[in-house]
Every structure is written in C-alpha cells, then in structure tokens.
C-alpha cells in the first residue's frame, strides 16, 4: 500500500489528530512521526507492520529493503496494509562478517522528517550507523530492534571486535527491544544498561490460526493419511535449507534414529541455497522415510500440526512459535536466543548440545518413545506459552507502549 493511500484509510477511522501530554510541562506535543526501517519485510512479519502501523496516534512510514536472490528467506511480494517504500540492498562479505547498506535510504528518511527512528539490530549496516549519527545530531529518538545474537565463534577475534562496536550502536538508541531475555542479558554484556533496554518476545501472528483452527487440524489428518503416516512417528523440520540450519545434522540423526525405530519419519519443509547438497546427504545416507516438500507459506501449519515433534537442528526461532502453537514439543539447541523462553527441558520439548550428534540421536529417541499422554501435556503447555505471551499482539503492544514513553519525552519535528 502506498503512503497516500494508507493515510486516506487511516484519516477515515480518525479525523482528529491525538496529541500527547508532557505530565511536567503540560505542553501538547504534535502526532510523532515515525521511521521504520527494515531489510526486508517475510511473509510471517506482515501483520506485525499492519498492527503496529494502525496506530493512528503516530505517522508511519516502513521502509524496507528490496530483496533480490534466493536467500532461503522469502521476502513478501503481496499486498501489505501499511506505507511503505523499497531502498536498494547491497551486501558484500568482509571476512566473517557481511556489511550491508541500503542504498535510497537518506532520500526517504530526510524529507519525511520522523520524530523516531525504529532500526533494525544489525551492526553491520552502514547505513544504519548514519542514521543513529544524523538522529543524535538532530535530536531525534531511537529505538533498537534485535535478536541479541551474534553468529561469530565465542572467544574469536572477530567476536570481540563484533561486540564492542554493539556496545557503541545500541548503547546510542533511546531504547532496546530485545527477543528474548537471553538475548537482553547478552547486550548488556556488552556495556548497555539494563534501563535502556526491554524485552519483546518474537512472536507469531495467531488470530487467523485460531479462526480456522478445526479446518486446520481436519487438513492435518488428511496430511498424515496421504503421507501413510498413520501410526508413525512423525519428526518435522520447517525453515530455510541454509548451512547454518544443520539440517545435515537433523538428516544425520534421524538415520541413526530409524535404524532403531523404523516407525519414524521425517519431513522436510523449506527451500534454499543448501538444498541440493542437503538432498545429495540424504542420498548418501540411503535414507527412507524422509520427505522433502520444498517451500510451503501458504497451508503450512496443517504440517506442523500433523507432526509429532518439531526439530530445529541450528539456527532460526519463530518457527519454534509457530510448531508449539499447534501444540507440536520441539527439539532445539542454542538458535537465536528465543530457545531459552519457549523451549524447555523437559516441558515444552527437549534441548540438546550445539552441533553435537550424539546429544541429538539421544533426544530424538526419547522423544520419540514418550507416552502419548507426556508428549500431549507437552503439547498443551507449548500452546500456552504462544498465546499467553509469544504472538503478534503483544510485540505490537510493547512497541507502541515504547513509542508513548518517547512522546513523553518529546519530539523533534525538525
């Protein structure tokens, strides 16, 4: 949706402009203008912006980068009921690190003067860099959105230098809205005060998901039977087939997994640049009883649904959400910081060691062996920790709670 048109819409639900009080000066301060800047917007993040940007207390605009190849990561390509405006992405790789700008973006930002800058957490941006630098500057405010991890190996060279420079990016912002609260006490390990920062969990969007909830579990159904998978045991993976996935690993350990209980199967649900070769090891492995179905958005959760247990094998998050809202345990390791606050021991799923075979063959077993009565309560505290805490609403509420605190403060409008 364009700017022009998203304004029409929102001025029909409200012909007045809301103004906020300063408690101590008692001035009204005029609509905030906010700025969000992304690199790109995924197809599970599209409600996420409609949400936040139906706050008609603020002006919005979302700019988002322009995605170009196949990263294992779509970009949303639809139709989406917020302003937004594309800028050019351009990625080079620097050793172990990728620095990325966004080229158009001083174009859009100037003119349209925001109050508040909402910057995504990712250190390596340079443009990013200019925009905190032109904000402090002009007085404007800053919120920080991340994941609070950071791919580089603990105790390297390139680690240390990583954090020191995050010390400094987010020490700049007004405010920090973390994924987790793993994530929140990594950053503070860097030197950023705990005042300045908030946890946000990453969530999924579940109105729909509960609006269609019993069509849902009937396609699951009809998912296993097509399948054959009536009294199997069912193992799902769904995500990008990318090599920091270790989706090799997952392949791996179910081989191991199947050669003792050959009642087990495992789907694959996702596409990518490692696809091939992650094919090519199934293959050398002999493999049965795994299914590849490529990339699936649309109907999805039907598979998550009808697996047993979701695996999550390397890196990734929100599909943890997404499987425990169907009340599916999950199996993960050390991925993006969310793993700490959805996934525990022995509750809502297992955990195993980073990378290590062994430890994953071990809980994939013992999952795969659970009384059905364990693995449904399983289940049902999974489901709980999504809807009470881990969905769209309440990020989207966070972020505008943050946004009226700013407006306390005051605004820029320069």
């Known amino acids: ?3 022009e048109s998203f304004r029409a819409v929102t001025n029909t ?11 101590d000066s008692k001035r009204n301060l005029a609509t905030m203008r906010v700025c969000f800047i992304t690199n790109f917007i995924p197809p599970y993040r599209k409600s996420f912006y409609e949400k936040l940007c139906a706050n008609s207390r603020y002006d919005w605009l979302v700019l988002r980068g322009r995605v170009g190849q196949e990263t294992g990561r779509p970009d949303y390509k639809g139709k989406i009921a917020a302003p937004t405006q594309e800028v050019e992405n351009v990625e080079r790789a620097l050793g172990p690190f990728t620095l990325r700008f966004q080229s158009g973006v001083f174009a859009s930002v100037r003119p349209y003067k925001p109050d508040v800058l909402v910057l995504l957490g990712m250190v390596g941006n340079i443009s990013n860099w200019l925009l905190l630098g032109w904000a402090r500057l002009t007085g404007r ?8 991890w950071e791919p580089q190996k603990t105790g390297s060279l390139s680690l240390w230098v990583k954090q020191r420079l995050m010390g400094v990016y987010f020490g700049l912002a007004d405010k920090s809205l973390l994924y987790s609260t793993k994530g929140m006490n990594y950053l503070a390990s860097t030197g950023v005060s705990h005042s300045k920062m908030q946890v946000c969990f990453n969530g999924i969007e579940i ?9 849902i579990f009937r396609e699951a159904k009809s998912l296993r039977e097509r399948e054959s998978c009536i009294g199997d045991f069912v193992f799902i ?3 990008g087939l990318l090599e920091e996935k270790r989706v090799d690993l ?3 350990a179910f081989a191991s997994v199947r050669k003792d209980n050959p009642a087990t199967r495992l789907w694959i649900v996702g596409d990518g640049p490692d696809a091939a070769r992650v094919k090519a090891h199934a293959e050398r492995l002999q493999l049965t009883g795994v299914t590849f179905f490529g990339r699936i958005i649309e109907g999805v959760d039907a598979y998550f649904a009808a697996a047993d247990v979701f695996v999550l094998p390397g890196l990734g998050g929100l599909a943890f ?3 425990m809202f169907w009340r599916t345990p999950c199996i993960g390791t050390e991925a993006d910081g969310t793993e700490d606050d959805l996934v525990i021991d022995g509750e809502t799923g297992f955990r195993f060691e980073l990378d290590q ?20 309560a399983m289940g049902e505290k999974a489901r709980a920790v999504i809807v009470d805490r881990s969905n769209v609403d309440q990020m989207v509420a966070i972020f505008h709670r943050t946004l009226d605190d700013l407006a306390i403060l005051g605004v820029a409008h320069a």
Do not use: H
């Open 237 to 239: 993976y769904v995500g």
């Open 250 to 252: 997952l392949l791996d």
């Open 13 to 23: 639900q409200a012909k007045f402009v809301v103004t906020r009080i300063d408690p």
């Open 1 to 3: 949706m364009t700017i």
């Open 321 to 323: 959400n997404q499987a």
């Open 141 to 148: 405010r800053i919120v920080i959105w991340a994941c609070g």
């Open 207 to 215: 109105d729909e998901l509960l609006a269609n909830e019993t069509e």
């Open 357 to 376: 075979f062994e430890s994953l063959c071990s809980v994939m077993q013992k999952a795969s062996t659970l009384p059905q009565e364990q693995l449904v």
